[in-house]
């Protein structure tokens, strides 16, 4: 199937930094979703992206739709300790026909915050 | 309201119990799904409804049986489960048609089988 591989893996970062993961592909996806998860807890959902080159913000976090449709970006400004989570991509694979879809996770950031 | 809600929370059983997981959403919704999702994995689909029928089954073995009986209920059958299938189990829900593909995450059943 097709694979979302997100970068990076996992990263440690200081209260009040600015942080930066992606999401890529091989194949091209007309929607990305960006989702945060708690632990023992299901993903929630942060940011929804329809068009290529698309900018959409929801408070401190910033996500963008690549131009060439195959990548995806994800920002958090001054992160705060309750940023610590896994942050997954999705996007419906096969492509949206309009119907429900079934929707393809990315590998993973795990994000970890320290005082 | 953008909630999802899946009982139970927890559930330990044994391998030849039979239990049964739910969930709800009164969003409208007319596609639900079941993922299962290992540690440090991605969630992973087993099957989605759309308006009460399913369509998708991601050759998941019939230890695992689906139900929907209404638009807004959702409920995965279980029976004579093996210890791998120890996960967390999460509903999801979305628009069935249209551009729209944002699904909506309960928060989980920790199942463990032992």
């Known amino acids: 199937g097709q694979q979302l591989n997100q970068s990076p893996q996992s990263m440690f970062i200081q209260e009040g930094e600015d942080v930066s993961m992606n999401c890529t592909s091989s194949s091209i996806f007309n929607t990305w979703l960006w989702y945060k998860q708690d632990p023992g807890e299901g993903p929630v959902l942060l940011i929804a992206?329809?068009?290529?080159?698309e900018l959409t913000s929801n408070g401190r976090l910033t996500a963008q739709f690549g131009i060439t449709r195959k990548d995806s970006f994800l920002n958090i400004s001054a992160s705060i300790p309750s940023d610590v989570g896994i942050y997954f991509c999705?996007?419906?694979?096969?492509?949206?026909?309009?119907?429900?879809?079934?929707?393809?996770f990315g590998t993973g950031t795990r994000l970890q915050v320290t005082l | 309201d953008t909630e999802v809600t899946q009982t139970p929370k927890h559930l330990v059983m044994g391998m030849t119990n039979k239990k049964s997981l739910k969930c709800e959403q009164h969003m409208g919704h007319r596609a639900m799904y079941w993922y299962k999702q290992k540690a440090k994995k991605p969630p992973e689909l087993m099957f989605v409804?759309?308006?009460?029928?399913?369509?998708i089954n991601e050759s998941v073995p019939s230890r695992f049986s689906p139900e929907c009986p209404n638009s807004s209920l959702l409920n995965l059958h279980l029976h004579a489960l093996q210890p791998e299938d120890s996960a967390l189990y999460l509903c999801?829900?979305?628009?069935?048609?249209?551009?729209?593909?944002?699904?909506?995450f309960g928060q989980g059943t920790r199942l463990t089988v032992v």
């Open positions: 409804y759309s308006y009460e029928k399913l369509s």
């Open positions: 999705a996007g419906p694979y096969p492509l949206n026909t309009g119907t429900a879809s079934k929707l393809t």
């Open positions: 999801a829900s979305s628009q069935a048609l249209g551009g729209n593909t944002e699904a909506f």
């Open positions: 992206l329809y068009k290529a080159g």
